[in-house]
């Protein structure tokens, strides 16, 4: 069964984090939630709490087959920050493992360099990661291992290509289907 780590802390877009880790599951994916925070419970951006599976200091890299960063400005702040966070995305992409992130988090793979040739993001954040590579062309971009959405209304799609990377073709349609998600 393929693992996903998705790191959250305080100021997390809920609709983002929530969509991510309950598509993911029902494609079959084993799915941990680690808290930047010392304990479990994280705030979201819009007032939702939520309790993680787990704090980010209790993971290790070779227990996941990919790690994924919902967005939301302060959540994509702290994962740019976090040294931890760092040091599993940097371990991450050099065992080639996929990494993922949406919506402003593509600002924590930047600072840890494992952007490759293409990515996309919310609109404006590109300006503080770099236009250079940067594309709004399509909702979710697949480059070499990375893995990239631009917002909320997309996370349903980026979760849904997540389950065709990992799982493949057949879940993915399956899931589709059933989440009525014809516009992905």
Same mark, same amino acid.
């Given at each position: 069964?393929?693992?996903?780590?998705?790191?959250?802390?305080?100021?997390?877009?809920?609709?983002?984090?929530?969509?991510? +880790? %309950?598509?993911?599951?029902?494609?079959?994916?084993?799915?941990?939630?680690?808290?930047?925070?010392? *304990?479990?419970? !994280? #705030?979201?951006?819009?007032?939702?709490?939520?309790?993680?599976?787990?704090? +980010? %200091?209790?993971?290790?890299?070779?227990?996941?087959?990919?790690?994924?960063?919902?967005?939301?400005? *302060?959540?994509? !702040? #702290?994962?740019?920050?976090?040294?931890?966070?760092?040091?599993?995305?940097?371990?991450?992409?050099?065992?080639?493992?996929?990494?993922?992130?949406?919506?402003?988090?593509?600002?924590?793979?930047?600072?840890?360099?494992?952007?490759?040739?293409?990515?996309?993001?919310?609109?404006?954040?590109?300006?503080?990661?770099?236009?250079?590579?940067?594309?709004?062309?399509?909702?979710?971009?697949?480059?070499?291992?990375?893995?990239?959405?631009?917002?909320?209304?997309?996370?349903?799609?980026?979760?849904?290509?997540?389950?065709?990377?990992?799982v493949g073709e057949e879940t993915y349609k399956q899931l589709k289907s059933g989440l009525l998600a014809d516009y992905c």
């Amino acid at each position: 069964m393929a693992s996903v780590l998705v790191p959250i802390s305080d100021g997390f877009e809920e609709i983002e984090a929530v969509s991510l +880790i %309950d598509v993911m599951r029902r494609g079959g994916i084993e799915v941990v939630s680690a808290s930047l925070e010392r *304990d479990r419970e !994280v #705030h979201g951006a819009n007032g939702i709490t939520i309790l993680t599976d787990t704090t +980010i %200091d209790s993971v290790l890299a070779d227990d996941f087959d990919m790690i994924v960063l919902p967005g939301g400005h *302060d959540n994509a !702040v #702290h994962l740019k920050e976090s040294p931890k966070v760092q040091a599993l995305l940097k371990e991450f992409d050099s065992k080639g493992k996929r990494v993922g992130a949406i919506c402003a988090a593509p600002m924590a793979l930047a600072e840890a360099g494992v952007i490759k040739n293409r990515y996309t993001c919310y609109p404006s954040y590109e300006e503080q990661i770099g236009k250079e590579k940067w594309t709004d062309a399509q909702n979710v971009v697949v480059d070499e291992n990375v893995l990239t959405s631009r917002g909320p209304g997309t996370a349903i799609c980026f979760a849904l290509s997540i389950v065709r990377e990992l799982v493949g073709e057949e879940t993915y349609k399956q899931l589709k289907s059933g989440l009525l998600a014809d516009y992905c």
